[in-house]
């Protein structure tokens, strides 16, 4: 989906990292929840509440996901899924547009 229809925008942005992470709010009339966002390249740690599914829009990045020694590879069009109550570990390559949703259970 490219374009969100029908929806209210948290105007305060959500920013990490010194402004290298930012990302504004995105709130559905059915409850649903995601962000919009931008991570400038370098190295972080993001801990979830709810299951996250990050999907890549644009850039190159690399996770080590919960339990995992691996780094996985993940550029434009790509998305990757984090579980509730868990700590992932990024790499940006390049500076990365992505799409947060939150699954909450």
Request: negative net charge; glycine residues 8%.
């Amino acid at each position: 989906m490219d374009i969100f229809e029908n929806v209210t925008i948290v105007k305060k942005a959500n920013i990490y990292y010194d402004g290298k992470v930012t990302s504004r709010t995105v709130l559905f009339e059915n409850g649903e929840k995601k962000t919009l966002g931008i991570m400038l390249p370098g190295e972080y740690e993001f801990g979830t509440s709810d299951k996250e599914i990050m999907e890549i829009t644009q850039g190159n990045l690399e996770v080590k996901l919960p339990g995992s020694n691996e780094w996985i590879t993940f550029t434009s069009g790509e998305s990757f899924e984090v579980s509730a109550e868990s700590k992932f570990n990024l790499i940006v390559k390049e500076t990365t547009d992505y799409c947060c949703s939150y699954i909450c259970s």
